[in-house]
């Protein structure tokens, strides 16, 4: 998905025939990855990489209860 955001993860959920609250995205970007889908009502897991660009980052802090860090890609597996 080129642009990610809230109006394109709709269309993906309409595309893909599901709701909201059954797309899960696991990312590295809180501001494109995971902020737009939590918006829409999905689930959002991030997986911090070492390095952030200056445009993806975010001042404050997530407070969803369909929000998850984890340290590295296997500790996905206990959300699923």
């Known amino acids: 998905m080129s642009e990610k955001d ?22 590295n970007s809180l501001k494109s990855d995971i902020l737009p889908v939590l918006n829409i ?24 209860e369909r929000f998850k860090t984890v340290i590295g890609i296997k500790d996905i597996l206990e959300f699923l």
């Open 6 to 27: 809230d109006a394109n993860y709709l269309k993906l959920i309409k595309h893909l025939d599901i709701q909201p609250n059954e797309l899960m995205m696991i990312g």
């Open 41 to 64: 009502g999905g689930y959002g897991v991030h997986v911090p990489y070492h390095i952030t660009w200056a445009h993806e980052q975010i001042e404050h802090t997530i407070n969803n």
